[in-house]
């Protein structure tokens, strides 16, 4: 299996704020690499696919950048809307494995 | 539009077999490039991805409950149904189905709401 770690598992932002998710893969992936929110008691929502395609309806402000095992997801302004937990995964190779998740929190 | 969502026993005692459902509407299991898949999430824990079957019927599981985990469609009613033998409390968590297609290269774009299953005895 490819091992997904993310880093922070959470981190305290304020509106406005920039905020860097990072994620790692424990082999290349190429960019077969999503990145989903999730609020709680909700399903995922998918954000980015093919690690910086925005998905359809997706604010602009969110933006995925890398290749091969490191990645990025990057929120240029923090909105009150945006405190969720993110997860990245791979679609490169079954299992298609999660990152343990990101916290975002209010400060 | 997509819709897919899922339906079986909320509570199941220790050793039994789960079977859940997933009906969707909105796409066809049998055009090129589709699938649905099943992920699952403890309470307060993350996600994971369990199983997937494609347009072709190909299947793949998770290696670490592959002997568990059995997935099937039924094109004319537009389901997909996850079994999985010998529950155990471990198992308890928000089980969702999830739509996947090659234009988003694989990503998960329509989720059902999820069904909360307990394993209690």
């Known amino acids: 299996d490819i091992q997904m770690t993310q880093s922070p598992s959470s981190l305290s932002a304020s509106v406005g704020d920039r905020v860097i998710i990072t994620c790692r893969a424990s082999?290349?992936?190429?960019?077969?690499l999503n990145w989903y929110q999730q609020k709680p008691g909700t399903a995922p929502k998918l954000l980015i696919y093919a690690s910086y395609s925005l998905q359809s309806g997706v604010p602009s402000r969110f933006r995925g950048s890398g290749s091969g095992t490191d990645f990025t997801l990057t929120v240029s302004s923090l909105q009150p809307e945006d405190f969720a937990t993110y997860y990245c995964q791979q679609s490169y190779s079954t299992p298609w494995t999660f990152g343990q998740g990101t916290k975002v929190e209010i400060k | 539009q997509i819709t897919l969502k899922e339906s079986g026993p909320t509570l199941v005692k220790p050793t039994q077999t789960l079977t859940l459902t997933c009906t969707f509407s909105g796409f066809s299991l049998t055009t090129s490039g589709v699938g649905v898949g099943w992920i699952r999430q403890p309470p307060g824990k993350a996600l994971e991805w369990l199983a997937f079957i494609y347009w072709d019927e190909d299947r793949r599981y998770s290696p670490s409950l592959k002997n568990r985990l059995t997935i099937t469609r039924d094109t004319s009613k537009n389901q997909v149904v996850l079994t999985m033998t010998n529950m155990d409390p471990l198992d308890t968590a928000t089980y969702y189905c999830a739509h996947n297609t090659a234009e988003v290269d694989w990503g998960a774009d329509y989720w059902g709401q999820g069904t909360l299953v307990t394993v209690s005895s």
């Open positions: 082999q290349t992936v190429n960019t077969y």
